[in-house]
């Protein structure tokens, strides 16, 4: 018989019987029945399924947790291993349904005479099979999550850490070694151990090899994270053993005298390092042996002690070193180069060193090491450096008292006058006060005003001029201040008796019986101001009764020749008693830089005065003046002024009206607050660079000078005592704004009458 | 189907014709004789069975002796006349199938099922009902206006029956009913009430499976792993609507 065959008479024994049967209604009626029956339980399963019992509530959660030992990563997290829970939770459900439904539908074929499809039992059950089948398992899923999933968590992350714990890796000695010597980081020189909290950048690795088998529940973090901390302190311990066997040597510089050079000192540290570690990479933990990072540590230090040992031997003793009477010797040879302390320790470095280091290198060495000492004291930074600064700071000891020397007999040759009880005179005293100097900063300021001869000051060493700033320092200083007293007296008079001199003028009062009045003004507020004045200095200096003279004399004059002026005004200045000195200057008066500008002028000017002329022009005053008033004619019978730092800031000129004081003074008034106010910037930025002091220790605080100088017969003192109450308005102005402390001003006049 | 063999086949069987090759005249796809063949032939062999079975049924129930003695007719004559209007009262007549069973929603709507129903609940005790059956055929008088049919009545006496005619003495020996006339009668009953409740069950099952299949699910569940609850639940159901079913039915999973 063919298959053909055969399943057609098949097919023809299934029809006969089912159509026989067919015609059976308690058959059909006990299917039906059983369909009822199978659905309902169908439907029971699927409507008991919302929540996990308490009696699969074990089962569920040991099948979640090896789930979760299945994919790790994706349930390491608590709270991301929530959805992938949910999801298995909602499978498993689903299968358990089907199965259920499957054993139901097992029953219903056994119960039922006729064939029951399992269609047909689910459709019974319920419309929406699948839908509700997936909505129930998910309710199921969403309920059940409280009851399991911690517990699954805990039964997985228990499980992992015992087969951690079983699986528990140690590293190998290479990549051990490896790690450890990177904790040594740049610095592959140092000789210190390693301390424990070094070994804490370990832990990252560490728990990579502890935590081998992949990644790790969250909630095994701190044991995974304890178990590497263990082994880490197993491997700090190991380190430590090591180190302590050889801490006398790196510490305490144990090591046989005998031994000198670094070879031999490694070769000991590390022979007593072998015979006190054993090595059992077998044992668990593994004992590891001698690390590399303990072997560079010994390799370092004895670099270290190569040198210290050295070093201690060249302090215990002076005979490699060159005899003070060659230095003194050396010195005296050649005072110009050795006038800078620094310079000559230097020279005395270079010249004396080198057979100073090939002593030392035969006195410690030997006949043995002598060479490998001078070779090393040659190429080696450390051994070089030691040598170097021992030798500079023993020489510059020495050198001092023969320097000292030196300088007391210069001092004796050149500066006795300092010493003179005279000193200093009126004429000195006037030249650094014309300066506006307070005390003497500058040696050559000082031979300057000593008139010592430039062609012997440089052979003058620095302690000399260091002592003779001193010197002169102890009688200027008093001095000076007491001038500068007198001289704020003077002006201070002058105010006072202003507007009483015009009435005076006016009334045809005669000079000196004016003078005479202003100099018993002048005696009286002296008499009060001198007490603070040492004894020495309290006479009146010939510089004051000449201030005070020119300064009644210029306001006289000038109100005789300007009768027309109200009592403020000030008098103009005849021509023919101007000063000698007279630029004739063709310029106009222009804006150049910070100025305010003035349209008319600028009308009736059009030739611009160029910055780079001004600037020419204001080179004269360098070191003269912080800023400087520069006062000229102009040929049509106006005056032109120039402001200006001698380093070109803030320059700018104005023109004006020399008959009209007051509104001339208000004018430069006007164009000079910006432009000052740049010089008092640039000086309190340069602050402390302006006041660089050769003789230390003085603290004069700061201070601007203005130099008014006027180079025309138009400009008389008038003008100069008003701008000079404009600019010290300006500074108190400027001090306010910028909330710095205002500069003293010293004022030059330098109006040629 | 074969037709839709490609142009390589064809080649091919022109060349085994060239070459003298015997050619398989069957070369039917497995689909084509299913289609063709195998369903054909089961349909047909469904109808002679189904056939066959209904001749059988047929012949057995004709099967008996032609000529009959006087007390068989007589006794024969009032059985079923009183069996006929039971029959009658059951209206077992008006159903032949169950597809004339009126019906509305999961239950039938049906008055004379309805009285089929409650007529087949005197076969739950067959005994008592054949035994009634057979004192009422002892008991028939036609009605007085039929003198036609009433010629054909001859008293019948059985003196272990309850009823007991007046002249029972003067009633001839062929017209006493004896034990073995007695279990010839029962006989002749219990067949037409076998026949009956063959036809009431059949019903009744059929209506069970069609109430089964239609009445919604119990909410509750109840016990629904066993099945005679189902049925149990349906014939309480069937039973409060006025269709009681047999026991033979309800309990066929046992009571």
Known sequence: MNPL???????LFLGVVNFSLGADP???????????????KARTYLQESAEVSEKQNDMVSTMLSKEMLKKVEKFSNKKDGQGPSKDWLSGWRLKELEKSVDDTWDWAKEQSPLPVNRVDVIKRATKKWAKDAQAKVGQFAEKSMASVYDKARRLAADEQLRRLKQKLNYPSKDELNKRISGLIGRNKNRWSPLKSGDFEKLDGWLKTVVGKAGPVFEELNKEVAKMSSDLRLEVVNQYQEQYKSIQPLVEKNGFPKELITKEQLKAHALNLLNKNTQENLAAKPPRYGVFLAVENLVENAAAHWEAKRMEIFAKARTDWLPVKDQLEQTIREDLVRHAPLKYSLTLLTERFLPPANEKLASLYGGKKWANYFKDALAKQEVLRKNATNLFRSVVSEWIKPIREKIAEEQFAEHFSTLNEKVFPEEPILVYFYQKGKKSVTDFNELADGLNFPASDRPSVIEETRMLAGDRANQALIPALGAMDKQVSLVRAVEKKKTDQLKVDVEQGRPFPEILKEWEKEWDTLWKVAQQKVPARWRSKFNHTDKELNKAVRQLYEGMQNNPESTPKDTVAVKEDELGEEQEDTPNETVPVENEQPEQEEKKEQPEQESLQGMCEELKLYIGLADGVFAFSDLP???????????????????RFDPQQVETAASK??????????????GNARMGVNRILQLFRGEDQGSEIKMLFKVSTPAVRHQMSILVRQQVEQAIQAWAKKSGRKAPDLIWQDDVEL | MSGRA????NLQGLEDLIRGKKKNSLSLSPNDALVQIALPLVLILAIITRLMVIEYTEAMRNKGPRVLEMWKQQLILRMDTVMNDWEKSAELGAFPDFSRVQWKGAFPADERFKALCAKAQEMDNRKVLEENIYNQALAYSPPLEDEESASFFVPVYDPGAKYKPENADEIPNEFV??????AYAMRHIADRVSKWKEQAEGLQWAAVAQCA??????????SPDKISTQLTRLASEMKKKGYPLMNSVVEEYGK
């Open chain 1, 5 to 11: 065959s055969k399943y057609a008479l098949c097919l």
């Open chain 1, 26 to 40: 308690k058959a059909e009626a006990k299917r039906m029945l059983t369909l009822r029956a199978a659905a309902e």
């Open chain 1, 668 to 681: 430069i008034s006007e164009s000079l607050k910006k432009p000052l106010g740049l010089v008092l910037d």
């Open chain 2, 177 to 182: 009913i004896n034990e073995e006339r007695r």
């Open chain 1, 636 to 654: 049509d019978g106006k005056c032109r002024m120039l402001f200006g730092t001698p380093d070109g800031v803030g320059a700018f000129s104005v």
């Open chain 2, 213 to 222: 299949d239609k009445m919604p699910l119990n909410a509750t569940g109840g």
């Open chain 2, 6 to 9: 490609g142009g390589g086949s």
